[in-house]
């Protein structure tokens, strides 16, 4: 949940340093000063002013290199100000004068970052993708890096997690050592915060003592804190209230010691403020979620304004106050209809983004196809194959009056063999040919496979008050919004009325689990109002798990996750539950 996550000081602590701007000890006036402010940038971006205003009366006298680094170290500073308009203006104005691969990066992480930030997400995606195709000529690693790091922040940002992982695990293949490095800290970072996002808790929090290490030992501190950050908050998602609040106290005072930071300060505050709601101490559940409220508020985040005012509308519930917990509940209201808007838009420009830039990569791979096509064609016009392209002639009039003929017997047959496979009103696979398929992947005994089954909650409710077309919407909306979130590999089926299935092949325990959530997010995230109703939608999932070389059959494994969604069911709906054999349960 963290929504300015390692961007809030990859400005300050990342980007600087990787930008492949080395500031070396400097035989004049220009590069002491250079060297000053990118110091200060770094650690206190408060008192950076001074060294660049010196810098700016001495403008004239730089050399073409020295003023690229002031360009970079400048924009870097109006970024922690806040003014990123001025500050994509700053990149805009000069990118076009630099070649050097590593200063281009830096230049283009501004772009990235300010319209980030401004909500400018196509432009900031369309410099991104300008800023990986460099990654081959930097030699640079923190250069490297702040192409990563970028990368990481706004997919993160456009809550395209499963991407995002991706160059988090590029960033942590460029560490080559062993005793830990910026690189790694900052992958490691990353990939423990997306691991949160995505449900896989039990995998982030055993990435935590290596990130630990790896921040301590090229002495990022703040990165350090913001670790123990995602480990704290996470203590009190889980349950475990009285740890989390012993993990995050000593956080506040140190977040405070910095003065930096501020939005991670408001989520520790607010995760604070839950434990305390939790363990029945109202005096501090009001007082850190008061805190992290108005560090929101201050900040103008969204998602934190969000967050933080359904936190304080519980806390007034609690405390009886049921007038201010309303008004809370009204803004977190007008607040959650806002973000549903802003990740409209951002999830829009991402795909218009995907989509032009893979329409590009099809032109290309059509330009070459167009050209080995020419290059035949001249090689024929020579004459030396003639009598072969008269024969070839009368060789595919043939063949395309009997391709014809075979064409569409094969759509018949197709027709005929999806209608019996696919259900009718989802398209998805239906029971019989589900069943077929998932049998399939469990004869393979060597190799694990999950399965999962999930049902929707209430839904005869929903068909008795809304009518049957509306139960009908919701099945096929259901079903369309999980397709995208499950693994090409992946089987889903209706088992009937209102229940389907997915079947992972070779997808761990875990793994699966991490599916059935993101799916159990999405569908509690449909708009229903798309129906022509308002309504909430949410789904109860039960997953089992056959392991390599285990004996479960099919069948078994199909009543055992049967048995974890009844357990789902009566715990309350709209959860996932593990099968763990012997008729034991997890969530």
Not at 257 to 282: F, I, P
């Amino acid at each position: 949940m963290m929504g300015k996550r390692i961007r809030a000081i990859a400005v300050l602590v990342c980007a600087l340093g990787c930008s492949g701007l080395a500031l070396a000890d400097a035989p004049n006036a220009v590069d002491d000063l250079l060297h000053e402010s990118l110091a200060k940038v770094r650690s206190t971006p408060e008192t950076a002013s001074a060294p660049l205003a010196k810098l700016q009366a001495l403008r004239d006298s730089f050399t073409p290199e020295q003023n690229h680094r002031y360009h970079a170290i400048y924009g870097k500073y109006l970024g922690w100000q806040g003014r990123h308009e001025e500050r994509i203006e700053l990149a805009q104005s000069i990118i076009g004068q630099v070649t050097k691969p590593s200063t281009r990066a830096s230049l283009l992480y501004d772009l990235v970052d300010g319209n980030r930030a401004l909500g400018h997400y196509e432009s900031a995606l369309q410099a991104m993708n300008e800023s990986i195709l460099l990654l081959p000529s930097i030699e640079n690693t923190g250069s490297k890096l702040l192409v990563l790091n970028g990368a990481v922040s706004l997919l993160t940002t456009l809550r395209a997690y499963d991407e995002a992982l991706v160059f988090a695990e590029r960033m942590i293949a460029l560490d080559t050592s062993k005793a830990g490095t910026r690189t790694l800290c900052f992958g490691l970072g990353n990939k423990i915060e997306l691991n949160f996002k995505l449900g896989n808790g039990e995998l982030a929090q055993s990435l935590v003592p290596r990130a630990l290490q790896a921040c301590d030992a090229s002495k990022d501190h703040m990165m350090t804190l913001i670790v123990k950050t995602f480990a704290a908050i996470d203590l009190v998602d889980s349950g475990q209230h009285a740890k989390g609040i012993a993990a995050s106290l000593p956080l506040v005072q140190q977040f405070q010691t910095v003065g930096t930071g501020s939005n991670w300060l408001a989520a520790v505050e607010e995760a604070l403020a839950r434990a305390y709601l939790k363990t029945g101490d109202m005096d501090r559940a009001e007082y850190f979620g008061t805190q992290a409220y108005q560090r929101a508020q201050s900040a103008k985040d969204l998602d934190w304004q969000e967050k933080t005012s359904e936190t304080m509308a519980a806390v007034k519930r609690a405390r009886g106050q049921l007038a201010a917990a309303i008004g809370y509940y009204e803004i977190n209201l007008a607040l959650k209809k806002k973000a549903f808007d802003d990740q409209q838009q951002k999830s829009l420009a991402y795909q218009r983004v995907k989509f032009e830039t893979q329409d590009k990569a099809n032109q290309m791979a059509l330009l070459e196809q167009k050209n080995k096509t020419l290059n035949i064609e001249t090689a024929l016009q020579k004459g030396k194959y003639q009598n072969l392209v008269l024969l070839l002639t009368l060789g595919l009039v043939a063949l395309t009056i009997l391709g014809a003929s075979f064409a569409r017997t094969l759509r018949q047959k197709n027709r005929f063999r999806k209608s019996a496979q696919i259900d009718g009103l989802t398209q998805v696979s239906n029971r019989a040919h589900f069943t077929e398929s998932a049998q399939k992947a469990f004869n393979d005994k060597n190799s694990v496979v999950s399965l999962i089954l999930f049902d929707m909650d209430f839904f005869k409710k929903i068909n008795d008050t809304y009518g049957h077309a509306t139960g009908d919407w919701v099945l096929k909306t259901v079903c369309h919004t999980v397709k995208r979130r499950l693994p090409k590999d992946a089987i889903l089926g209706r088992m009937g009325g209102e229940e389907f299935a997915v079947c992972l092949p070779t997808f761990s325990e875990d793994e699966a689990r991490a599916v059935a959530q993101r799916c159990r997010t999405a569908i509690a995230a449909v708009d229903s109002r798309h129906s022509g109703f308002n309504f909430q939608m949410t789904a109860s999932f039960g997953i089992a798990t056959r392991f390599a070389n285990g004996t479960l059959s099919f069948e078994e494994a199909l009543a055992a996750a049967d048995k974890a969604l009844y357990f789902s069911k009566n715990e309350g709906r709209n959860r996932v539950t593990v099968y763990q054999h012997s008729d034991a349960f997890r969530p």
